[in-house]
Protein backbone atom coordinates (compact mmCIF):
# COMPACT_ATOMS: atom_id res chain seq x y z
CA UNK A 1 0.00 0.00 0.00
CA UNK A 2 1.65 3.64 -0.86
CA UNK A 3 2.40 5.64 2.21
CA UNK A 4 0.74 8.93 3.05
CA UNK A 5 1.04 12.36 4.07
CA UNK A 6 -0.44 13.82 7.58
CA UNK A 7 -1.36 17.05 6.41
CA UNK A 8 -5.04 16.74 6.76
CA UNK A 9 -5.95 15.05 3.03
CA UNK A 10 -4.64 11.82 2.86
CA UNK A 11 -2.89 11.13 -0.47
CA UNK A 12 -0.09 8.84 -1.66
CA UNK A 13 3.00 10.20 -1.71
CA UNK A 14 5.04 8.05 -3.57
CA UNK A 15 1.94 8.64 -6.48
CA UNK A 16 0.60 11.99 -6.10
CA UNK A 17 3.06 14.18 -5.25
CA UNK A 18 7.21 13.89 -4.50
CA UNK A 19 7.49 16.91 -1.54
CA UNK A 20 10.82 18.33 -1.38
CA UNK A 21 10.74 20.24 1.57
CA UNK A 22 9.93 18.93 5.06
CA UNK A 23 6.12 18.35 5.54
CA UNK A 24 5.56 20.73 8.39
CA UNK A 25 6.11 23.77 6.16
CA UNK A 26 2.89 22.98 4.64
CA UNK A 27 -0.80 23.92 6.16
CA UNK A 28 -3.24 20.36 5.94
CA UNK A 29 -4.39 20.85 2.23
CA UNK A 30 -8.00 20.56 3.45
CA UNK A 31 -7.22 24.37 4.92
CA UNK A 32 -5.57 25.64 2.30
CA UNK A 33 -7.70 24.75 -0.80
CA UNK A 34 -11.80 25.21 -1.44
CA UNK A 35 -13.05 24.47 -5.00
CA UNK A 36 -9.86 25.96 -6.00
CA UNK A 37 -6.94 28.01 -4.34
CA UNK A 38 -7.98 30.56 -1.99
CA UNK A 39 -5.78 33.67 -0.90
CA UNK A 40 -7.01 36.09 1.72
CA UNK A 41 -10.41 34.72 0.97
CA UNK A 42 -11.17 35.05 -2.97
CA UNK A 43 -10.70 32.22 -5.20
CA UNK A 44 -7.11 32.44 -6.40
CA UNK A 45 -7.10 33.29 -10.49
CA UNK A 46 -4.65 31.59 -12.64
CA UNK A 47 -4.07 32.26 -16.76
CA UNK A 48 -2.90 29.53 -17.96
CA UNK A 49 -0.79 29.32 -21.42
CA UNK A 50 -0.78 26.57 -23.79
CA UNK A 51 1.10 27.37 -27.36
CA UNK A 52 -0.79 24.57 -28.95
CA UNK A 53 -4.50 23.93 -30.74
CA UNK A 54 -4.23 20.10 -31.29
CA UNK A 55 -4.87 17.95 -28.71
CA UNK A 56 -1.86 15.60 -27.46
CA UNK A 57 -1.32 14.51 -23.48
CA UNK A 58 -0.03 17.71 -22.60
CA UNK A 59 -3.38 19.45 -23.44
CA UNK A 60 -5.63 16.84 -22.18
CA UNK A 61 -4.01 17.17 -18.48
CA UNK A 62 -4.60 20.96 -18.90
CA UNK A 63 -8.16 20.93 -19.54
CA UNK A 64 -8.82 18.44 -16.08
CA UNK A 65 -6.49 20.83 -14.31
CA UNK A 66 -8.33 23.88 -15.75
CA UNK A 67 -11.12 23.06 -14.96
CA UNK A 68 -10.71 22.92 -11.44
CA UNK A 69 -9.74 26.88 -11.44
CA UNK A 70 -12.95 27.47 -14.49
CA UNK A 71 -14.98 29.74 -12.37
CA UNK A 72 -11.34 32.40 -11.78
CA UNK A 73 -9.09 30.79 -14.81
CA UNK A 74 -8.44 31.32 -18.57
CA UNK A 75 -6.59 29.88 -21.12
CA UNK A 76 -5.05 31.30 -23.69
CA UNK A 77 -4.04 29.37 -26.57
CA UNK A 78 -1.34 30.82 -29.04
CA UNK A 79 -3.69 28.99 -31.71
CA UNK A 80 -6.68 27.56 -32.03
CA UNK A 81 -8.04 23.82 -33.40
CA UNK A 82 -9.43 20.69 -31.15
CA UNK A 83 -8.08 22.06 -27.92
CA UNK A 84 -10.35 24.96 -28.04
CA UNK A 85 -13.22 22.78 -28.86
CA UNK A 86 -11.77 20.72 -25.81
CA UNK A 87 -12.04 23.50 -23.79
CA UNK A 88 -15.58 24.80 -24.75
CA UNK A 89 -16.98 21.31 -24.06
CA UNK A 90 -15.32 21.30 -20.52
CA UNK A 91 -16.95 24.79 -20.25
CA UNK A 92 -13.42 26.41 -18.99
CA UNK A 93 -12.60 29.75 -20.26
CA UNK A 94 -10.50 30.31 -23.13
CA UNK A 95 -9.14 32.71 -25.39
CA UNK A 96 -7.64 31.86 -28.73
CA UNK A 97 -4.58 34.46 -30.40
CA UNK A 98 -5.50 35.73 -33.99
CA UNK A 99 -2.27 36.20 -35.15
CA UNK A 100 0.36 33.78 -36.46
CA UNK A 101 1.36 31.21 -34.13
CA UNK A 102 5.20 30.78 -33.33
CA UNK A 103 7.43 29.10 -35.50
CA UNK A 104 10.10 27.57 -32.99
CA UNK A 105 10.02 24.05 -32.58
CA UNK A 106 11.41 21.55 -30.39
CA UNK A 107 14.63 21.51 -32.88
CA UNK A 108 14.93 24.96 -33.50
CA UNK A 109 18.33 26.34 -33.66
CA UNK A 110 19.71 29.80 -31.97
CA UNK A 111 19.10 31.25 -35.95
CA UNK A 112 15.27 30.47 -36.33
CA UNK A 113 14.89 31.09 -32.60
CA UNK A 114 16.45 34.58 -33.36
CA UNK A 115 14.08 35.23 -36.28
CA UNK A 116 11.17 34.48 -34.44
CA UNK A 117 11.87 37.55 -31.60
CA UNK A 118 9.05 39.25 -33.81
CA UNK A 119 6.37 37.04 -33.50
CA UNK A 120 7.58 36.48 -29.46
CA UNK A 121 7.69 39.93 -28.26
CA UNK A 122 3.93 40.90 -29.27
CA UNK A 123 2.80 37.96 -27.24
CA UNK A 124 4.88 38.56 -24.64
CA UNK A 125 3.18 42.20 -24.53
CA UNK A 126 -0.35 40.61 -24.61
CA UNK A 127 0.32 38.05 -21.89
CA UNK A 128 2.17 40.48 -19.15
CA UNK A 129 -1.10 42.81 -20.03
CA UNK A 130 -3.15 39.89 -19.78
CA UNK A 131 -1.86 38.90 -16.69
CA UNK A 132 -2.57 42.29 -14.90
CA UNK A 133 -5.73 40.80 -13.99
CA UNK A 134 -4.43 36.98 -12.33
CA UNK A 135 -2.60 35.67 -9.36
CA UNK A 136 -0.18 33.62 -11.37
CA UNK A 137 1.03 32.48 -14.86
CA UNK A 138 0.92 28.79 -15.54
CA UNK A 139 2.62 27.64 -17.92
CA UNK A 140 1.98 24.53 -19.67
CA UNK A 141 4.52 23.88 -22.36
CA UNK A 142 8.02 25.05 -23.12
CA UNK A 143 6.63 27.50 -25.92
CA UNK A 144 4.32 28.81 -23.63
CA UNK A 145 7.15 29.02 -20.36
CA UNK A 146 9.19 31.35 -23.16
CA UNK A 147 6.25 33.47 -23.32
CA UNK A 148 5.14 33.15 -19.47
CA UNK A 149 8.90 33.93 -18.62
CA UNK A 150 9.24 36.94 -19.79
CA UNK A 151 5.19 37.99 -19.16
CA UNK A 152 5.79 37.53 -15.70
CA UNK A 153 8.61 39.44 -15.62
CA UNK A 154 7.00 42.54 -17.39
CA UNK A 155 3.56 42.09 -14.96
CA UNK A 156 5.69 41.17 -11.69
CA UNK A 157 3.93 37.74 -11.54
CA UNK A 158 4.40 34.47 -10.10
CA UNK A 159 5.50 31.98 -13.10
CA UNK A 160 4.67 28.17 -12.71
CA UNK A 161 5.85 25.87 -15.77
CA UNK A 162 4.57 22.30 -15.54
CA UNK A 163 7.18 20.47 -17.49
CA UNK A 164 5.36 17.69 -19.56
CA UNK A 165 8.57 16.68 -21.59
CA UNK A 166 11.77 14.92 -21.05
CA UNK A 167 14.49 17.51 -21.69
CA UNK A 168 16.87 15.25 -23.46
CA UNK A 169 19.07 15.50 -26.68
CA UNK A 170 16.36 12.78 -28.05
CA UNK A 171 13.49 15.42 -27.77
CA UNK A 172 14.79 18.83 -28.17
CA UNK A 173 17.92 21.01 -29.32
CA UNK A 174 20.93 21.76 -27.15
CA UNK A 175 19.64 25.13 -27.54
CA UNK A 176 15.75 24.60 -26.44
CA UNK A 177 17.19 22.60 -23.42
CA UNK A 178 19.28 25.49 -22.69
CA UNK A 179 16.56 28.50 -22.67
CA UNK A 180 14.18 26.24 -20.81
CA UNK A 181 16.46 25.21 -18.28
CA UNK A 182 17.96 28.84 -17.87
CA UNK A 183 13.89 30.65 -17.46
CA UNK A 184 12.65 27.72 -15.26
CA UNK A 185 15.59 28.33 -13.45
CA UNK A 186 15.64 32.46 -13.28
CA UNK A 187 11.79 33.21 -13.34
CA UNK A 188 9.84 30.30 -12.24
CA UNK A 189 9.37 30.15 -8.65
CA UNK A 190 8.11 26.26 -9.07
CA UNK A 191 8.11 23.81 -11.73
CA UNK A 192 5.97 20.90 -11.32
CA UNK A 193 6.66 17.41 -13.29
CA UNK A 194 4.51 14.89 -14.14
CA UNK A 195 6.92 12.01 -13.12
CA UNK A 196 10.42 11.00 -11.29
CA UNK A 197 11.68 10.47 -14.93
CA UNK A 198 10.84 13.97 -15.82
CA UNK A 199 12.33 15.54 -12.85
CA UNK A 200 15.40 13.47 -13.32
CA UNK A 201 16.31 14.95 -17.02
CA UNK A 202 15.22 18.40 -15.58
CA UNK A 203 17.43 18.08 -12.81
CA UNK A 204 20.34 16.26 -15.45
CA UNK A 205 19.63 19.22 -17.92
CA UNK A 206 20.93 21.64 -15.13
CA UNK A 207 17.37 22.55 -13.12
CA UNK A 208 17.91 23.20 -9.88
CA UNK A 209 16.64 20.49 -7.48
CA UNK A 210 14.50 22.96 -5.27
CA UNK A 211 12.27 24.09 -7.76
CA UNK A 212 10.51 21.16 -8.90
CA UNK A 213 8.02 19.41 -7.44
CA UNK A 214 6.94 15.93 -8.84
CA UNK A 215 3.17 15.59 -9.45
CA UNK A 216 1.01 12.38 -11.06
CA UNK A 217 -1.36 13.41 -13.87
CA UNK A 218 -5.07 12.88 -12.21
CA UNK A 219 -7.85 10.75 -14.28
CA UNK A 220 -11.02 10.32 -13.91
CA UNK A 221 -12.17 6.83 -13.21
CA UNK A 222 -16.24 7.48 -13.60
CA UNK A 223 -15.28 8.46 -17.84
CA UNK A 224 -14.04 4.90 -18.15
CA UNK A 225 -16.77 2.90 -16.19
CA UNK A 226 -19.56 1.29 -18.02
CA UNK A 227 -18.18 1.58 -21.66
CA UNK A 228 -19.89 -0.25 -24.71
CA UNK A 229 -17.87 -2.37 -26.42
CA UNK A 230 -17.67 -1.33 -30.00
CA UNK A 231 -16.32 -4.75 -31.73
CA UNK A 232 -19.66 -5.45 -34.00
CA UNK A 233 -19.25 -1.39 -34.94
CA UNK A 234 -15.47 -1.59 -35.95
CA UNK A 235 -15.75 -4.85 -37.47
CA UNK A 236 -18.34 -3.55 -39.74
CA UNK A 237 -16.90 -0.16 -40.31
CA UNK A 238 -13.22 -1.28 -40.78
CA UNK A 239 -13.43 -5.03 -41.78
CA UNK A 240 -11.55 -5.91 -38.54
CA UNK A 241 -11.48 -9.64 -38.42
CA UNK A 242 -12.08 -11.50 -35.23
CA UNK A 243 -9.81 -12.02 -32.86
CA UNK A 244 -7.18 -10.98 -30.44
CA UNK A 245 -7.35 -7.26 -30.67
CA UNK A 246 -4.20 -4.94 -29.88
CA UNK A 247 -4.83 -1.24 -29.47
CA UNK A 248 -2.34 1.44 -30.21
CA UNK A 249 -3.00 4.80 -28.78
CA UNK A 250 -1.21 7.73 -29.77
CA UNK A 251 -0.25 10.36 -32.65
CA UNK A 252 1.60 8.44 -35.52
CA UNK A 253 5.30 9.19 -34.83
CA UNK A 254 8.34 7.64 -35.12
CA UNK A 255 8.78 8.26 -31.46
CA UNK A 256 5.74 6.51 -30.65
CA UNK A 257 7.13 3.63 -32.42
CA UNK A 258 4.05 2.04 -33.82
CA UNK A 259 6.12 0.54 -36.44
CA UNK A 260 8.23 -1.49 -33.51
CA UNK A 261 4.19 -3.13 -33.35
CA UNK A 262 4.25 -4.00 -37.08
CA UNK A 263 7.61 -5.24 -37.07
CA UNK A 264 6.41 -7.96 -33.61
CA UNK A 265 3.42 -8.74 -36.01
CA UNK A 266 5.68 -10.44 -38.45
CA UNK A 267 6.32 -12.95 -35.10
CA UNK A 268 3.03 -13.20 -34.03
CA UNK A 269 -0.04 -15.52 -35.24
CA UNK A 270 -2.91 -14.68 -37.89
CA UNK A 271 -5.57 -13.98 -35.05
CA UNK A 272 -4.02 -10.84 -34.00
CA UNK A 273 -5.25 -7.68 -35.19
CA UNK A 274 -3.87 -4.37 -34.80
CA UNK A 275 -5.82 -0.68 -34.55
CA UNK A 276 -3.49 2.41 -34.84
CA UNK A 277 -6.02 4.95 -33.20
CA UNK A 278 -4.34 9.03 -33.60
CA UNK A 279 -3.09 10.82 -36.50
CA UNK A 280 0.34 12.94 -37.33
CA UNK A 281 0.29 16.08 -35.94
CA UNK A 282 3.13 17.80 -36.35
CA UNK A 283 4.46 17.35 -40.22
CA UNK A 284 4.78 13.59 -39.31
CA UNK A 285 2.90 12.44 -42.80
CA UNK A 286 5.97 10.91 -44.07
CA UNK A 287 6.15 8.40 -41.47
CA UNK A 288 2.79 7.47 -42.16
CA UNK A 289 3.59 6.57 -45.47
CA UNK A 290 6.74 4.63 -44.33
CA UNK A 291 4.04 2.86 -42.05
CA UNK A 292 1.61 2.34 -44.85
CA UNK A 293 4.39 1.22 -47.18
CA UNK A 294 5.98 -1.45 -44.36
CA UNK A 295 2.66 -3.19 -43.91
CA UNK A 296 2.31 -3.55 -47.47
CA UNK A 297 5.72 -5.09 -47.63
CA UNK A 298 5.26 -7.28 -44.86
CA UNK A 299 1.14 -8.43 -46.24
CA UNK A 300 -0.12 -7.06 -43.14
CA UNK A 301 -2.71 -5.27 -44.64
CA UNK A 302 -5.54 -6.93 -42.94
CA UNK A 303 -4.07 -7.19 -39.64
CA UNK A 304 -3.42 -3.60 -39.34
CA UNK A 305 -6.01 -0.69 -39.27
CA UNK A 306 -5.41 2.79 -39.43
CA UNK A 307 -8.55 4.46 -37.54
CA UNK A 308 -7.65 8.25 -37.05
CA UNK A 309 -8.14 10.39 -34.64
CA UNK A 310 -11.07 9.38 -31.98
CA UNK A 311 -13.06 10.68 -29.18
CA UNK A 312 -14.37 7.89 -27.65
CA UNK A 313 -10.92 6.38 -26.72
CA UNK A 314 -11.89 4.86 -23.32
CA UNK A 315 -14.96 2.42 -25.41
CA UNK A 316 -12.13 1.58 -27.97
CA UNK A 317 -9.41 0.51 -24.99
CA UNK A 318 -12.59 -1.64 -23.26
CA UNK A 319 -12.81 -3.28 -26.81
CA UNK A 320 -8.85 -4.02 -27.07
CA UNK A 321 -7.69 -7.70 -25.17
CA UNK A 322 -4.30 -5.36 -24.94
CA UNK A 323 -3.01 -2.15 -25.24
CA UNK A 324 0.70 -1.38 -26.60
CA UNK A 325 2.50 1.35 -25.80
CA UNK A 326 5.76 0.83 -27.70
CA UNK A 327 7.72 4.26 -27.37
CA UNK A 328 11.23 4.06 -28.66
CA UNK A 329 12.54 7.16 -26.26
CA UNK A 330 11.68 7.80 -22.64
CA UNK A 331 8.09 8.31 -22.23
CA UNK A 332 7.83 11.79 -20.19
CA UNK A 333 4.28 10.50 -18.29
CA UNK A 334 2.38 7.84 -20.02
CA UNK A 335 -1.55 9.51 -19.94
CA UNK A 336 -2.36 5.81 -22.66
CA UNK A 337 -1.28 3.64 -19.53
CA UNK A 338 -3.01 4.71 -16.73
CA UNK A 339 -6.54 5.24 -19.46
CA UNK A 340 -6.18 1.38 -20.50
CA UNK A 341 -6.11 0.53 -16.93
CA UNK A 342 -9.01 2.37 -15.98
CA UNK A 343 -10.85 0.70 -19.02
CA UNK A 344 -10.03 -2.36 -18.22
CA UNK A 345 -7.60 -3.35 -20.45
CA UNK A 346 -4.09 -5.00 -19.50
CA UNK A 347 -1.34 -2.65 -21.16
CA UNK A 348 2.61 -3.37 -22.30
CA UNK A 349 4.37 -0.91 -22.23
CA UNK A 350 8.29 -0.18 -23.48
CA UNK A 351 10.38 -0.34 -20.36
CA UNK A 352 11.85 3.32 -19.83
CA UNK A 353 10.88 6.35 -18.36
CA UNK A 354 7.22 7.39 -17.21
CA UNK A 355 5.97 4.09 -17.93
CA UNK A 356 8.24 2.24 -15.21
CA UNK A 357 6.70 4.26 -12.13
CA UNK A 358 2.90 3.49 -13.73
CA UNK A 359 2.88 -0.37 -14.10
CA UNK A 360 4.12 -3.31 -11.65
CA UNK A 361 5.44 -5.92 -13.74
CA UNK A 362 3.57 -8.79 -13.93
CA UNK A 363 0.83 -7.32 -11.82
CA UNK A 364 -0.50 -4.25 -13.09
CA UNK A 365 0.58 -5.22 -16.57
CA UNK A 366 4.07 -5.70 -18.51
CA UNK A 367 7.41 -4.20 -19.54
CA UNK A 368 8.90 -4.79 -22.30
CA UNK A 369 12.50 -3.29 -23.56
CA UNK A 370 12.22 -0.53 -26.34
CA UNK A 371 12.67 -1.19 -29.36
CA UNK A 372 12.56 -4.91 -29.28
CA UNK A 373 9.90 -5.86 -31.88
CA UNK A 374 10.59 -9.51 -31.07
CA UNK A 375 10.53 -9.06 -27.13
CA UNK A 376 7.59 -7.28 -27.57
CA UNK A 377 6.11 -10.06 -29.68
CA UNK A 378 7.27 -12.68 -26.97
CA UNK A 379 5.28 -10.78 -24.65
CA UNK A 380 1.98 -10.29 -26.41
CA UNK A 381 2.03 -14.15 -27.40
CA UNK A 382 2.04 -14.80 -23.57
CA UNK A 383 -0.77 -12.36 -22.81
CA UNK A 384 -2.80 -14.00 -25.93
CA UNK A 385 -2.30 -17.37 -24.27
CA UNK A 386 -3.66 -16.65 -21.00
CA UNK A 387 -6.73 -15.16 -20.58
CA UNK A 388 -7.29 -15.70 -17.13
CA UNK A 389 -3.72 -13.98 -16.24
CA UNK A 390 -4.95 -10.72 -18.80
CA UNK A 391 -8.26 -10.36 -16.69
CA UNK A 392 -7.00 -10.98 -13.04
CA UNK A 393 -3.85 -8.01 -14.36
CA UNK A 394 -6.50 -5.68 -16.04
CA UNK A 395 -8.39 -6.20 -12.79
CA UNK A 396 -5.57 -5.66 -10.13
CA UNK A 397 -4.51 -2.41 -12.24
CA UNK A 398 -8.04 -0.78 -12.50
CA UNK A 399 -8.10 -0.78 -8.76
CA UNK A 400 -4.32 0.35 -8.39
CA UNK A 401 -5.11 3.41 -11.05
CA UNK A 402 -8.30 4.57 -9.33
CA UNK A 403 -6.82 4.57 -5.84
CA UNK A 404 -3.42 6.11 -7.40
CA UNK A 405 -4.07 8.60 -9.81
CA UNK A 406 -7.61 10.17 -8.91
CA UNK A 407 -7.86 13.53 -10.46
CA UNK A 408 -9.26 15.21 -7.24
CA UNK A 409 -6.65 14.61 -5.05
CA UNK A 410 -4.07 16.01 -7.88
CA UNK A 411 -6.28 18.94 -8.46
CA UNK A 412 -6.11 19.31 -4.79
CA UNK A 413 -2.26 18.92 -4.65
CA UNK A 414 -1.70 21.31 -7.68
CA UNK A 415 -4.01 24.08 -6.32
CA UNK A 416 -2.22 23.56 -2.76
CA UNK A 417 1.27 24.31 -4.56
CA UNK A 418 0.00 27.15 -6.58
CA UNK A 419 -1.51 28.68 -3.50
CA UNK A 420 1.53 28.17 -1.56
CA UNK A 421 3.87 29.44 -4.18
CA UNK A 422 1.57 32.78 -4.71
CA UNK A 423 1.50 33.79 -1.13
CA UNK A 424 5.45 33.24 -1.04
CA UNK A 425 5.79 35.64 -3.99
CA UNK A 426 2.91 38.28 -2.59
CA UNK A 427 4.92 38.17 1.52
CA UNK A 428 8.24 38.59 -0.12
Known sequence: MPSTTSIGLKLPLKSVVHYLQPVDDWL??????????????????????????QLGGAELSLTDVAKHFKHQGLVYLFEGGPFADKLAAAQVPYKVRQRPSLSISKESGLWQGLLSLRQLLPLVGEVAKMAQTYDLIYANTQKALVVGAMASVLARKPLVYHLRDILSAEHFSPINRRVAI?????CATLVIANSQATRQAFMDAGGRPQLIKVVYNGFDPDQYEGQPLLRPVLQQQ??????????????LSPWKGQHVLVDALQYL??????????????GEDDYVQSLQAKILNFGLQDHVHFLGFRSDIPALMASCDLV?????????????IIESM???????????GGATELIDHGKTGWLCPPNDPQQLAQMIGECQRQPQLRQK?????????SQTFSLE????????????????????
Do not use: Y
Request: glycine share 8%; hydrophobic share 45%; net charge positive.
Open 28 to 53: PIDKQVGIAGVINGLAMKVLFLDQSG
Open 182 to 186: TLANT
Open 238 to 251: HAIQEGFWIGHFSR
Open 409 to 428: QTNQVIAGLLQQHVRRTTSS
Open 269 to 282: DEAVQVLLVGKALF
Open 324 to 336: AHTSTSPEPFGRV
Open 393 to 401: IATQARVQA
Open 342 to 352: LSGCPVVAAKD
